[in-house]
């Protein structure tokens, strides 16, 4: 279901049990629903780490040379690849965020602490292997080809607090060309959240907007409402 089917059915759940007219705007309602449908996310798959493939969405990201804080660069070797945009926030599981890096041949990439990274060349096991992080909001490539711009362009995949965020960011192709289209499209896109998190997200979701609603559930047949 796309982001304004969500929201017609909020609407409609509203329209029909609640006590009070409701001028909320689209802009609204996604608000608390996003909120709640990433608090929902997390607390299934920190129970849970096998997560739905069908909603665990990809994005094709370009790179380009730069360093790691933005304050310039001092000696030879110190330029890295970074995301030439901001990573929209994942959502933070016990120990990690909720992400994947991965090649655009789908091979994937470990994580390292920015402060670690230095060790890399001196680990036999992990110097000829890129691994990548976050840093004030980019996502960057330690032991990539800077010279070479190898990779152009990387894999991203997970559980997004806002996964609208995404639809500032231009897709990109395996080469790291810029496309017209962007990673994710609000009015066609569907919205990632398990079908089984749908019924719990409408009703914290209304919850959290304070409209008191008269609502029976038909226990009988999964919670629908009657």
Not at 45 to 61: E, I, L, P, S, T
Not at 98 to 115: C, E
Not at 121 to 132: F, T, Y
Not at 162 to 186: K, V
Request: charged share 20%; proline share 5%; hydrophobic share 40%.
């Amino acid at each position: 279901m796309t982001i304004g089917q969500h929201i017609a059915a909020i609407r409609g759940i509203i329209n029909q049990h609640g006590e009070t007219e409701t001028p909320f705007s689209d802009e609204f309602i996604y608000h608390h629903f996003s909120v709640v449908a990433a608090k929902l996310t997390k607390q299934k798959y920190d129970r849970n780490r096998v997560f739905n493939a069908f909603n665990w969405k990809y994005y094709c990201v370009a790179l380009e040379r730069g360093n790691v804080h933005g304050c310039g660069c001092i000696g030879a070797g110190c330029e890295v690849l970074i995301s030439k945009f901001k990573i929209p926030n994942p959502i933070m599981g016990r120990s990690m965020p909720f992400l994947r890096v991965m090649t655009v041949d789908h091979r994937d990439m470990a994580y390292i602490n920015p402060s670690a990274s230095g060790a890399i060349s001196l680990d036999p096991i992990r110097r000829n292997k890129i691994h990548w992080s976050i840093v004030n909001g980019f996502l960057v490539l330690f032991g990539a080809n800077v010279s070479a711009l190898i990779p152009r362009a990387i894999l991203i995949g997970g559980f997004f607090e806002d996964p609208t965020a995404w639809s500032d960011i231009n897709a990109c192709s395996p080469e790291g060309e810029e496309l017209e289209s962007t990673c994710y499209t609000i009015k066609d896109d569907d919205f990632p959240i398990d079908a089984d998190l749908v019924f719990d997200a409408y009703q914290l979701t209304i919850r959290q907007t304070g409209i008191p609603l008269t609502i029976e559930q038909d226990r009988t047949n999964d919670g629908i409402l009657r």
